[in-house]
């Protein structure tokens, strides 16, 4: 479970986020969406450990993450623009993050990449890919090692339709595994029909929430 306790964080003495209270259980997916600069992003860096909030809490599995100094364990996440190496190919730069922990072997990858339609560019290199590809690509760095908790930051801009449909699907199968998914987005048709969850945040503030299924 990842809980936000009355989350509030300033950056250059600009509220960002206010008064943040969630919480996401295992086995679902949840959306938070609202319009480019709303502070979704935000709350997702509070919760992978990458922006000390001001005040409040954020615990994951009853573990203060910021008391504690520590990431969030068994968590991946894809937010903004990921770092890859541009002169190493997709494969390469996946095979380094599986050294980092070696939990699973490079054969776990292959599937994904099939399933996404990233065969004919996985041995070329990432600076050569397209805005989608690069986009499934750290989708499946996600996805390959089968963390607990999974989240996402815009994913499926710039990626195409037969490919959305596949993520949608492996992420749903993912929740019935009992996984925690948190899709951030500022396109509704992204989540719809996807999430249990949506949490609409504006100005750093959650407006509104509602239950999908």
Same mark, same amino acid.
């Given at each position: 479970?990842?809980?936000?306790?009355?989350?509030? =964080?300033? $950056?250059?003495?600009?509220?960002?986020?206010?008064?943040?209270?969630?919480?996401?259980?295992?086995?679902? %997916?949840?959306?938070?969406?609202?319009?480019?600069? #709303?502070?979704?992003?935000?709350?997702?860096?509070?919760?992978?450990?990458? %922006?000390?909030?001001?005040?409040?809490?954020? =615990?994951?599995?009853?573990?203060?993450? +910021?008391?504690?100094? #520590?990431?969030?364990?068994?968590?991946?996440?894809?937010?903004?623009?990921?770092?890859?190496?541009?002169?190493?190919?997709?494969? @390469?730069?996946?095979?380094?993050?599986?050294? /980092?922990?070696?939990?699973? #072997?490079?054969?776990?990858?292959?599937?994904?990449?099939?399933? =996404?339609?990233?065969?004919?560019? /996985?041995?070329?290199? +990432?600076k050569t890919y397209s805005y989608g590809t690069k986009q499934k690509l750290?989708?499946?760095?996600?996805?390959?090692?089968?963390?607990?908790?999974? $989240?996402?930051? @815009?994913p499926f801009n710039g990626v195409e339709e037969s490919s959305i449909e596949?993520?949608?699907? /492996?992420?749903?199968?993912?929740?019935?595994?009992?996984? $925690?998914? %948190?899709?951030?987005?500022?396109?509704?048709?992204?989540?719809?029909?996807?999430?249990?969850?949506?949490?609409?945040?504006?100005?750093?503030?959650?407006?509104? #929430?509602?239950?999908?299924?």
């Open positions: 479970m990842i809980t936000l306790k009355d989350v509030n =964080l300033m $950056i250059n003495k600009t509220p960002i986020l206010n008064n943040i209270n969630l919480e996401f259980q295992e086995g679902k %997916i949840y959306g938070l969406i609202g319009r480019n600069g #709303s502070g979704k992003s935000m709350i997702i860096k509070t919760i992978c450990g990458f %922006i000390k909030p001001n005040y409040g809490t954020v =615990l994951v599995d009853n573990i203060d993450i +910021y008391k504690e100094n #520590s990431f969030p364990n068994d968590t991946r996440a894809f937010i903004d623009t990921n770092a890859f190496f541009p002169d190493l190919t997709g494969m @390469e730069n996946l095979r380094l993050l599986l050294k /980092i922990q070696n939990k699973v #072997s490079e054969g776990a990858i292959i599937p994904l990449c099939e399933k =996404l339609a990233l065969i004919p560019y /996985i041995n070329k290199k +990432y750290g989708i499946i760095q996600v996805l390959m090692e089968n963390p607990k908790i999974m $989240i996402f930051d @815009e596949k993520i949608r699907e /492996i992420l749903k199968q993912k929740k019935d595994e009992g996984h $925690i998914i %948190i899709i951030a987005t500022h396109l509704k048709e992204d989540i719809h029909n996807l999430c249990d969850v949506i949490y609409k945040i504006d100005n750093g503030l959650i407006v509104n #929430s509602n239950t999908e299924h």
